[in-house]
C-alpha cells in the first residue's frame, strides 16, 4: 500500500490561487495514474485533474479546466495541482489518489480506479 500525504489547502478570496502537494512513500512501478478528487458535505467525490504517468496524458473536471493545471515531480514522487482563479464553487477537501491498474489512462477520473487514498487537505474559497 503507497502512502500518500496531501498539503498545500487553506483559505483564500476568489481570484486567489493555491497550489496543493500529494507526497507518496516510494513504490517502483513505472505505469501507473495519480488523480486529484474533491468532495464538499453532501456531495459525491469527484475528480479534478488527474494523471498517466506513462506518456504524461492528462484529465481535467470540465469545471476547472484552462484554471487548474495537474503535474508531477518523478524524482521526489510528489504530485502537484496548482489552481489558480479559485471560486466559492471549488470549496472542498480534496484528495490525492493513486493507482497502478494497467487500464487507468481510461478510466482516471472514476473513484473506483483508484486503490490508494490520502486523507485530504481542506480548501475554503471566500467570496
Known amino acids: 500500500q503507497v502512502q500518500l500525504v496531501e498539503s498545500g489547502g487553506g483559505s483564500v478570496q476568489a481570484g486567489g490561487s493555491l497550489r496543493l502537494s500529494c507526497a507518496a512513500s516510494?513504490?517502483?512501478?513505472?505505469?501507473?495514474?495519480m488523480g486529484w478528487f474533491r468532495q464538499s458535505p453532501g456531495s459525491e467525490r469527484e475528480a479534478v485533474a488527474g494523471i498517466y504517468i506513462d506518456d504524461g496524458r492528462t484529465y481535467y473536471n470540465d469545471s476547472v479546466t484552462a484554471r487548474f493545471t495537474v503535474s508531477q515531480d518523478k524524482a521526489k514522487n510528489i504530485l502537484y495541482l496548482q489552481m489558480n482563479s479559485l471560486g466559492p464553487e471549488d470549496t472542498a477537501m480534496y484528495y490525492c489518489?493513486?493507482?497502478?491498474?494497467?487500464?487507468?489512462?481510461?478510466?482516471?477520473?472514476?473513484?473506483?480506479?483508484?486503490?490508494?487514498w490520502g486523507q485530504g487537505t481542506q480548501v475554503t474559497v471566500s467570496s
Open positions: 516510494e513504490y517502483t512501478a513505472s505505469t501507473y495514474c
Open positions: 489518489a493513486l493507482t497502478f491498474s494497467r487500464t487507468c489512462r481510461w478510466t482516471m477520473y472514476t473513484v473506483d480506479t483508484y486503490n490508494n
